[in-house]
């Protein structure tokens, strides 16, 4: 098992920058697939970026490509989402999982562990 807390959430201007950070604790997040995902009121948990654990392979949704970046150090057992030129539309809450599958998956019940979010809020 993995325990995830997130961080690093807040209310920024359009065209601002944040960066998230996931912590895992228990079972070293290498061994898992590691995604980002997100989710604004009333609208479904999509994913925003993940790594596969089997080749370091990234995973962008088109609306966040050259904007977000997802990176992680293993030493640290922590994984990052750095955020640039937001958006309005990137509002939402933003969780950190990891699944046991070896490549990265886009549909967030093949994730098994969730962090509890870090709210993300843009403002035009």
């Known amino acids: 098992q993995v325990q995830l807390v997130e961080s690093g959430g807040g209310v920024v201007q359009a065209g601002g920058s944040l960066r998230l950070s996931c912590a895992a604790s228990g079972r070293t997040f290498s061994t898992y697939t590691m995604g980002w995902f997100r989710q604004a009121p009333g609208k479904q948990r999509d994913l925003v970026a993940a790594?596969?654990?089997?080749?370091?392979?990234?995973h962008y949704t088109d609306s966040v490509k050259g904007r977000f970046t997802i990176s992680s150090d293993n030493a640290k057992n922590t994984m990052y989402l750095q955020m640039i030129s937001l958006k309005p539309e990137d509002s939402a809450v933003y969780y950190c999982?990891?699944?046991?599958?070896?490549?990265?998956?886009?549909?967030?019940?093949?994730?098994?562990?969730w962090g509890q979010g870090t709210p993300v809020t843009v403002s035009s």
């Open positions: 999982a990891a699944s046991i599958s070896a490549f990265v998956l886009t549909n967030p019940t093949a994730y098994a562990y």
């Open positions: 790594i596969s654990r089997s080749d370091g392979r990234t």
